[in-house]
Nanobody
Framework: QVQLVESGGGLVQAGGSLRLSCAAS????????MGWFRQAPGKEREFVTA????????DYTDSVKGRFTISRDNAKNTVYLQMNRLKPEDTAVYYC?????????????????WGQGTQVTVSS
């Protein structure tokens, strides 16, 4: 079983930056695709970004392209989400997820393991 622990969330003003991290344990990290999802109050869980096991493929939802960057450090069993030029609309609980698949990683159904989330609040 894979355990995922997110950190780095907090309160930031619009236009600011945060970097989230997700530390994985329990399974070979380098074999997993990794993704970030978010859920705002009253809304469905939303795909944000994903990265393949070898960092060869990345994908972003349109609303964060050019502002967010996903990366991974397999030696540290960690995936990161750098968030720049944050907007109030980015306010949500952000979840890290891991998939044993290398395809369909922009869909939540592809993910086998989920973290408990970290709150990101962007004030206007």
């Amino acid at each position: 079983q894979v355990q995922l622990v997110e950190s780095g969330g907090g309160l930031v003003q619009a236009g600011g930056s945060l970097r989230l991290s997700c530390a994985a344990s329990g399974r070979t990290f380098s074999s997993l695709s990794m993704g970030w999802f978010r859920q705002a109050p009253g809304k469905e869980r939303e795909f944000v970004t994903a990265i393949s096991w070898n960092s060869g493929i990345t994908d972003y939802t349109d609303s964060v392209k050019g502002r967010f960057t996903i990366s991974r450090d397999n030696a540290k069993n960690t995936v990161y989400l750098q968030m720049n030029r944050l907007k109030p609309e980015d306010t949500a609980v952000y979840y890290c997820a891991a998939s044993r698949r290398s395809y369909s990683i922009s869909f939540g159904a592809a993910y086998d393991y989920w973290g408990q989330g970290t709150q990101v609040t962007v004030s206007s």
